[in-house]
C-alpha cells in the first residue's frame, strides 16, 4: 500500500505539474489537497512519509480521530472539505488549518462563536453549489456574493478563497471558470476545484488548490 501511495502521489504531481505548464502557470502555484475520506490511519501516515502534508476530510469526526494523532509526528495542513453542521463547528475549529466549506450565515455565526471560543482561527473558504444541486453544500449562486462580502467582513484576512464541487454529468469548465472569476473579483487568491477525473481542467481554469482522493489512495 505504501509503494502505491508514494508512486501515486508522484503521478499526480507529475500530471499537476504538466497541467500548470500548459496553462502557462507555475507548477508551485498549485497546492495539492490529498483526500483521505474513509481512509485508514496507515493510508494517511504512507503519504506523510512520502512528504505529502496537506490533507483533505470532509467528516468532522472522522478527521478528528485520525489528525490529531499524526499532527504529533508530522507537520501537516487539514482541511475539512465537507458540509459542515454547525453543531460540528467547534470540532472544526479545534482540528482544522482550513475549512473549505463555509456556505451560509448560520454557519458563519458558529465558526465566529468557535473561534472565540477555541482561541484559534483556521483559514476559510466559500462553498458555492455552482449547479444549484439541492442535495450538495454551498451557498447559491446568487447569493454568493453577498456572502462573500459579510464574510469578508467578519473574518477579515482568514476568508482566503473560495470552493465548489460541479454536477457530476456536467462539463465542469463553466463551473471552474465562473468560480474563478468569482473569486478574482473579490480579491480572493485560493481557488479550491477539480477533484481527481477532473483537477487537470480545474488547472487550465485557474485552481490553486486541487482536492484529490481516490487517484492518490484508490477507490472507495
Ligand atoms: C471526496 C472529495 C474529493 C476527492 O474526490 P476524488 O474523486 O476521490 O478525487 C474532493 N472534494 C470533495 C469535497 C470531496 O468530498
Partial sequence: MNDTI???????????????????????????????????????????????????????????????????????????????QTNKARDAVRIADVIESLDRPKLADAIEAAIAREGRTPQLLVEVNTGSEPQKSGIGRAEADDFIVACKARFGPALIGLMCVPPHDEDPRPHFTWLADRAARHGLTTVSMGMSADFEIAIACGATLVRVGSAIFGSR
Fill in 6 to 84: 508514494a508512486e501515486n502521489l508522484l503521478r499526480i504531481k507529475d500530471r499537476i505539474a504538466n497541467a500548470a505548464i500548459a496553462a502557462g502557470r507555475s507548477p508551485g502555484d498549485i497546492g495539492l489537497v490529498a483526500v483521505s475520506k474513509t481512509k485508514p490511519i496507515e493510508a494517511v501516515a504512507a503519504a506523510l512519509a512520502a512528504g505529502q502534508t496537506v490533507f483533505g476530510e470532509n467528516r468532522v469526526q472522522e478527521a478528528g480521530s485520525k489528525f490529531p494523532a499524526l499532527r504529533k509526528q508530522y507537520d501537516l495542513s487539514l482541511h475539512i472539505i465537507g458540509g459542515l
